[in-house]
């Protein structure tokens, strides 16, 4: 078994998600077509090989924490290289997941590993949240995109009223909590990034 393989094993193992050899070769793919992509189209800055298994691909899972069981309709807002959402959907089949990713050339890269994947459940729009209308989500996932006051002003509307956001936040979370309102609600998970010592904040922010 390769290192590559090796890690993928580990780290969804000690989420407790099946690491069958399915998805393990899908999430190989989509780290060798990252590698291809990112020399021409400068995608991440993130390359070598286990960065981006434990730094994109299961640091992405780490948000299920916080995503039922059920058919949820989730946006990965500002997705990039698909992060977290491309991930969530390869362990998570029966969840309906819309890519937002306004920079042409991310969204044609979500669109071609959409493709190679055979990604049934992923749907790519190439947009703005700020330019959505008419659409609403159960659940709003992101990465540092924005501070949590921001997100709350610039995607509320995308969520249903019951629904709610899930960011990965570092240190600055501390300090980006006193700037929230006080009516919404938080609840926080700290994680450590699976053999790693990287300490990661799985928040889940309800209106």
């Given at each position: 078994?390769?290192?590559?393989?090796?890690?993928?094993?580990?780290?969804?193992?000690?989420?407790?998600?099946?690491?069958?050899?399915?998805?393990?070769?899908?999430?190989?793919?989509?780290?060798?077509?990252?590698?291809?992509?990112?020399?021409?189209?400068?995608?991440?800055?993130?390359?070598?090989?286990?960065?981006?298994?434990?730094?994109?691909?299961?640091?992405s899972l780490l948000y299920l924490r916080f995503i039922p069981d059920g058919c949820w309709n989730i946006c990965d807002i500002g997705s990039g290289a698909g992060f977290p959402g491309l991930p969530i959907a390869l362990v998570r089949s029966e969840l309906n997941i819309t890519l937002l990713e306004p920079l042409g050339k991310k969204a044609a890269f979500l669109r071609h590993i959409k493709r190679i994947l055979s990604l049934d459940n992923v749907k790519i729009t190439e947009s703005r949240v700020e330019d959505i209308k008419g659409i609403v989500f159960d659940v709003a996932v992101t990465r540092a995109l924005f501070k949590v006051s921001e997100l709350l002003i610039k995607a509320g509307h995308i969520i249903v009223e019951d629904g709610f956001f899930i960011m990965n936040k570092g240190p600055a979370l501390l300090d980006e909590i006193k700037e929230i309102p006080v009516d919404v609600k938080l609840e926080i998970v700290p994680v450590i990034l699976p053999s790693t010592s990287i300490e990661r904040n799985i928040v889940k922010i309800m209106r």
């Open positions: 078994m390769n290192k590559e393989k090796h890690l993928l094993i580990n780290g969804l193992s000690e989420l407790k998600i099946n690491p069958s050899n399915e998805i393990i070769e899908k999430f190989i793919i989509f780290l060798h077509q990252l590698k291809k992509w990112n020399r021409i189209y400068n995608l991440t800055a993130i390359t070598k090989d286990e960065d981006i298994i434990m730094k994109h691909f299961i640091d």
